[in-house]
């Protein structure tokens, strides 16, 4: 049987979640990303666990043949900065957006941003744009 992702959808409202930010800036942040991920992905967010805010569903493979459910888009405002998850399998092939994009870090499939006026909103959202292209391209079922 396989194992099933730590991290699941709840019934907590993404606006509740992001009312209950203590810090005044990320909690801006946080309310402008959801604004943004929604029209970008054309889904409204739902949370997933504690603390992640994500947009559309899918349901990945991998070739290790393990497997799950998880987002298209999502973020989690962390206490040092904010985490955007953007793709599956690593963000190395947006190298020419991630050079334009100002400010930030990277790891797996996960961008790292103090805030975002650290970075330009507009490559911020074709960034969202070409890792959600990416991910329907792959071998992955779209919900």
């Not at 709840?10 to 604004?35: M, N, P, W, Y």
């Not at 070409?130 to 391209?137: D, E, F, G």
Request: charged share 25%.
């Amino acid at each position: 049987m396989a194992k099933e992702n730590k991290t699941q959808p709840t019934e907590v409202l993404v606006e509740d979640f992001i009312a209950s930010i203590d810090h005044e800036k990320r909690r801006a942040d946080a309310l402008t990303l959801h604004k943004v991920m929604q029209r970008v992905s054309g889904h409204p967010g739902r949370m997933w666990g504690a603390s992640i805010v994500g947009y559309g569903d899918m349901r990945y493979r991998y070739a290790t043949g393990r497997e799950g459910d998880w987002f298209l888009l999502g973020f989690s405002p962390r206490k040092t900065s904010l985490s955007l998850y953007l793709c599956l399998g690593g963000l190395e092939q947006f190298g020419a957006y991630l050079d334009r994009l100002g400010k930030h870090k990277t790891g797996a499939g996960c961008l790292y941003i103090n805030k975002l006026a650290d970075v330009d909103l507009a490559v911020l959202e074709e960034l969202m744009v070409a890792t959600m292209a990416h991910v329907k391209a792959l071998d992955i079922r779209i919900k």
